[in-house]
């Protein structure tokens, strides 16, 4: 009995603890959360050899880590320095990456295998970063640098998919014949790094490896170099270059055309803005959905609103076959009438518009446009500079900045990307370079901060080339 009673006063004190503890409201049932996320990277624990290992001569090499880990996209992530013929073979398993070279080591020479972030630890991918394993065949460790920024110099943007290539001893026929000696990544900043060098005379490029081969040889990679040789021994500074195609890369068009399907009905659209309004600065056109043959141009009339025929219209057809082109001086604020007869114009299966039609439309006022000026300090006119307006990486306008002060009382409302063009043959383009002539590419530069123009508003900024 006294056993008995014991075990209901231990089960109404567990009772009245819980109640304590968790409340008077009912108690919910729920998953362990499994705690904080593991956000640790991987730690080296040893190397064999040991890492800035001196008058190595062997061929394997293994890491150990606290703990499991992974080495992601070996070929993509991991670059050898000197670039080797064949590439090591690199495995892991658990703790351990092991490292298998299968080139025969030069002597003297400063080895480093950058794997980047391609070691990571097996459970949250947390990246062991940018390390490099650092060894010589020689009785020291080649300590210099060399760094360096490469743009594109179409844009002034940088390009990371590229690669930087460093030629000891090189020739300017190198870059196309043989591999580079080192190679390094270039960062979303386009900034690059050599290390481990020795002293000596080397030649830098920049690629975008089509082919993989480690070379230029196409007119479509796009490609940088330096005209002079770099020494380096210490005191190099950065090294800049600006990278281009020099041939435009053209698609391949299918040997079987796509079959041309014509619709029955002919259609059109305008360009004509919100409310059926003229842009004074661009021309009028009519969008059709099938390819024409116009048949009498003659017959597409613009009028004022008393239908009077306005001289001086060109009425044409673009080149696609399918826009038909007005040109008009439009002046502010002024209204129209487009009358456009039902037999004005036909496809190629003769489908003519359903029915004779006449567009009602009015110009733009001056309140619909703003006011731009642009302010230039330590302007070098030597140079050439060009200002490129951008919409979604086109350039809808182009300025020659031949003074101090530039100012457009029409401008178009919207956000912008502002460009400088150094335009070295004062062509009004961009022109890429030739690597064979020792012709650098015309380098532009875009701004970091877009210009919003507002209607019947005064914009302005200053710009600093």
């Known amino acids: 009995m006294k056993i008995?009673?014991?075990?209901?006063?231990?089960?109404?004190?567990?009772?009245?603890?819980?109640?304590?503890?968790?409340?008077?409201?009912?108690?919910?049932?729920?998953?362990p959360t499994g705690g904080p996320r593991d956000s640790i990277p991987p730690v080296l624990v040893s190397a064999y050899p040991k890492v800035l290992s001196t008058n190595f001569t062997g061929n394997k090499i293994t890491l150990v880590f606290d703990e499991y880990i992974n080495v992601l996209e070996v070929q993509k992530n991991v670059i050898v320095s000197p670039y080797p013929k064949t590439f090591p073979v690199i495995n892991f398993k658990l703790k351990e990456v092991s490292i298998k070279l299968k080139d025969t080591l030069l002597e003297n020479t400063t080895y480093a295998i950058n794997f980047g972030n391609a070691i990571v630890d097996n459970n949250e991918n947390n990246p062991f970063k940018e390390f490099t394993y650092v060894f010589s065949t020689g009785n020291t460790i080649d300590s210099?640098?060399?760094?360096?920024?490469?743009?594109?110099?179409?844009?002034?943007?940088?390009?990371s998919t590229l690669q930087a290539l460093l030629y000891r001893n090189g020739n300017d026929s190198s870059v196309e014949q043989r591999k580079p000696n080192y190679i390094a990544k270039i960062d979303r900043n386009g900034i690059f790094t050599f290390t481990n060098l020795s002293e000596g005379v080397y030649k830098i490029y920049a690629l975008k490896d089509g082919d993989g081969g480690k070379t230029y040889n196409s007119k479509i990679e796009s490609f940088a170099f330096v005209n002079e040789?770099?020494?380096?021994?210490?005191?190099?500074?950065?090294?800049?270059?600006?990278?281009?195609?020099?041939?435009?890369?053209?698609?391949?068009?299918?040997?079987?055309?796509?079959?041309?399907?014509?619709?029955?009905?002919?259609?059109?659209?305008?360009?004509?803005?919100?409310?059926?309004?003229?842009?004074?600065?661009?021309?009028?056109?009519?969008?059709?959905?099938?390819?024409?043959?116009?048949?009498?141009?003659?017959?597409?009339?613009?009028?004022?609103?008393?239908?009077?025929?306005?001289?001086?219209?060109?009425?044409?057809?673009?080149?696609?076959?399918?826009?038909?082109?007005?040109?008009?001086?439009?002046?502010?604020?002024?209204?129209?009438?487009?009358?456009?007869?039902?037999?004005?114009?036909?496809?190629?299966?003769?489908?003519?518009?359903?029915?004779?039609?006449?567009?009602?439309?009015?110009?733009?006022k001056e309140s619909d446009y703003g006011s731009l000026t642009l302010r230039f300090t330590k302007i070098d006119s030597a140079r050439h500079p060009v200002i490129q307006f951008l919409i979604s990486a086109?350039?809808?306008?182009?300025?020659?900045?031949?003074?101090?002060?530039?100012?457009?009382?029409?401008?178009?409302?919207?956000?912008?990307?502002?460009?400088?063009?150094?335009?070295?043959?004062?062509?009004?383009?961009?022109d890429p370079g030739n690597y064979k002539k020792k012709i650098q590419p015309e380098h532009a530069l875009t701004l970091d901060k877009k210009l919003t123009i507002k209607a019947n508003w005064d914009n302005e900024r200053e710009i600093e080339l």
């Open 394 to 430: 086109e350039i809808v306008k182009s300025i020659k900045a031949t003074g101090p002060n530039w100012t457009d009382k029409f401008f178009n409302p919207g956000e912008y990307e502002l460009r400088i063009l150094y335009d070295t043959n004062n062509n009004g383009v961009w």
């Open 144 to 159: 210099l640098k060399l760094s360096g920024k490469v743009l594109m110099a179409e844009t002034g943007k940088p390009d």
């Open 229 to 364: 040789d770099i020494t380096i021994n210490g005191k190099n500074d950065s090294v800049r270059l600006y990278a281009y195609e020099e041939e435009k890369d053209i698609k391949k068009v299918s040997a079987v055309p796509a079959r041309v399907v014509i619709e029955k009905k002919l259609k059109y659209t305008s360009s004509l803005g919100t409310g059926g309004q003229q842009d004074v600065l661009t021309n009028l056109e009519l969008r059709f959905n099938n390819k024409l043959k116009l048949s009498d141009s003659s017959k597409i009339i613009l009028t004022d609103t008393n239908y009077n025929k306005i001289e001086g219209v060109s009425i044409s057809l673009d080149s696609t076959r399918k826009n038909i082109i007005i040109k008009n001086k439009w002046p502010l604020e002024n209204y129209y009438r487009l009358i456009i007869p039902k037999g004005a114009v036909s496809d190629s299966a003769n489908n003519v518009l359903a029915k004779s039609d006449t567009i009602k439309f009015q110009s733009k």
């Open 4 to 31: 008995k009673n014991l075990l209901y006063t231990a089960a109404a004190f567990l009772f009245i603890y819980f109640l304590s503890v968790t409340g008077s409201g009912c108690a919910q049932i729920g998953a």
